[in-house]
């Protein structure tokens, strides 16, 4: 089974896919899809409110904002990283639970990062936002550096992120029952 969507101009087939008996999901995955990674960071660059950084988590956020860091003429973005790295010279931590991940996670920054972000306004990147829980994880990570979050950005809002205000996306991707259909 497979969603067939147009995002920023371009069609793609999404699989669906099971994340609980009742409740399946589009699999929308911009890795490897070079076309589709630059017509969505120039879609979300001429929606974007004026920001000095971006930040996503990691992973699939990572070639979005590397893409809008390219085409905006930024120098430098931020990633919130799933465990820390032995270069980190220290970090902050945010708790996280995906509804694309079984288990809880972690989002780490680097302190080295946060004292750049310290008085900046920190756009917040991701690729599909759903329940929120990445947004709100790296929110607390820009907040405890003493960023100023200045937005909420995806390609796609899916389920309840539809309706909130809050954010500022591309497309709305449906959930889906078991037999593929849209849920209502």
């Known amino acids: 089974m497979v969603y067939r969507m147009t995002v920023a101009g371009l069609q793609r087939d999404l699989p669906i896919c099971k994340v609980s008996d009742s409740l399946y999901i589009a699999g929308f995955v911009i890795f490897g899809d070079q076309e589709l990674t630059v017509a969505c960071a120039k879609a979300l660059l001429e929606k974007a409110p004026p ?3 971006i930040i996503t988590a990691e992973a699939k956020g990572i070639p979005l904002v590397h893409e809008m860091a390219r085409q905006s003429g930024a120098k430098k973005y931020f990633l919130a990283r799933k465990g820390p790295k032995l270069y980190m010279t220290g970090v902050f931590e945010s708790m996280v639970h995906s509804i694309t991940t079984a288990k809880e996670q972690h989002l780490y ?10 008085g900046k306004r920190i756009l917040l990147v991701d690729d599909v936002i759903s329940t929120g829980e990445s947004l709100s994880a790296l929110e607390a990570l820009v907040e405890r550096a003493g960023g100023v979050v200045a937005g909420r950005m995806a390609i796609l809002a899916e389920g309840d992120a539809q309706d909130r205000e809050d954010i500022i996306y591309l497309e709305k991707l449906p959930l889906f029952n078991p037999d593929g259909t849209v849920k209502v």
């Open 51 to 53: 920001y000095d950084y």
């Open 109 to 118: 920054l680097d302190t080295a990062d946060a004292a750049l972000m310290q």
